[in-house]
């Protein structure tokens, strides 16, 4: 008789609250469709005040999940109540991504892999720049600037209308990391070779302010995590200025890999027919 674990079907989750918004289904889905794995990945939402008994199901193996993806509001939660989050997610404070291995819960945090995949798909080379400007001191500002950091990246400048948050994670990510206003921005830019908008700037259609490039170095890249709509109106300005530019969409679909591999055990891959899904998704919606 085979071992019942061995014959079940592996099933992981993303969580959140709210959850329906999360296209992580369609991802994880896409692959388990394409390998012929036998998984599930569905949407598990938990309110704040359920989350800790959800963990503790997942850490006890109650709850059937092998791992799974965990979205606004428990990303800071999931790090705190993980038995092994590793070094990454331990310098955010924030995991996005659970697995279970021998009742113990680990957790890492994938967004920056997936922001580095994007552009070294995108525009392979980016990385041999002395420094990089960082719009936005949020949330999503702070594993861009770890990747960005441990890639190799020498001065990273973070620019933020509130320049008190960008010198908090001055403070935390290091040395190399520089917190400025908005008003330095033309200045920090000069030569930079890398530009990334984590902003909310220009989301949803709305258009951003005028962006003038031109400080940045020859062959600079510009970036933004926002990709809806694909081509934000920072990216628009950037290619008209003659910038090369990578749309966030990439960074999404990357930082799905470390999860899926862990959870069912093959390394997916990002290709075009995942983005045309990701794509269509987006039109219907
Ligand atoms: P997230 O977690 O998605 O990064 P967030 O924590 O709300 O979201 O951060 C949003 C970022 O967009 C912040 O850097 C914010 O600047 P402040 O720290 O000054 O709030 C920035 N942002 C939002 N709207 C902006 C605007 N109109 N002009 C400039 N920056 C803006």
Redo the contacts with the bound molecule.
């Keep these: 008789m085979p071992d019942s674990r061995e014959t079940s079907v592996r099933r992981a989750f993303v969580t959140g609250f709210p959850v329906k918004h999360s296209r992580s289904p369609l991802i994880h889905g896409h692959w388990l469709e394409t390998l012929r794995i036998p998984g599930s990945y569905t949407r598990e939402e938990v309110a704040p005040e359920n989350f800790a008994g959800f963990m503790e199901a997942l850490k006890s193996g109650e709850s059937g999940f092998c791992g799974g993806n965990v979205t606004i509001p428990h990303k800071e939660a999931a790090f705190r109540l993980a038995d092994r989050p590793d070094a990454l997610s331990e310098e955010l404070g924030a995991a996005n991504t659970l697995w279970r291995e021998e009742g113990c819960v680990h957790a890492t945090n994938t967004d920056g892999r997936g922001f580095l995949a994007n552009l070294d798909a995108g525009a392979p080379g980016w990385d041999t720049v002395g420094s990089a400007v960082i719009l ?6 702070r594993a861009i600037i770890q990747a960005v950091r441990d890639r190799g990246v020498g001065e990273i400048h973070v620019v ?3 320049v008190a ?1 960008a010198q908090e994670l001055a403070d935390r990510f290091g040395p190399r990391i520089h917190a400025h206003p ?1 008003e330095a921005l033309a200045e920090v830019s000069k030569g930079a070779g890398l530009f990334v908008n ?4 220009g989301m949803d259609g709305k258009t951003a302010p005028d962006f003038d490039f031109s400080p940045l170095g020859p062959g600079a890249v510009v970036t933004d995590i926002v990709y809806v709509p694909l081509v934000t109106s920072i990216l628009k300005q950037a290619a008209e200025q003659g910038f090369a530019t990578v749309d966030g969409l990439g960074m999404l679909l990357h930082q799905a890999v470390p999860g899926f591999e862990k959870w069912f055990g093959v390394r997916p891959v990002v290709d075009e027919a995942l983005r045309r899904l990701i794509l269509a998704d987006m039109e219907a919606h």
């Design positions: 936005g001191a949020g949330g999503a500002s933020n209308r509130t948050r908005m984590t902003t909310s700037l």
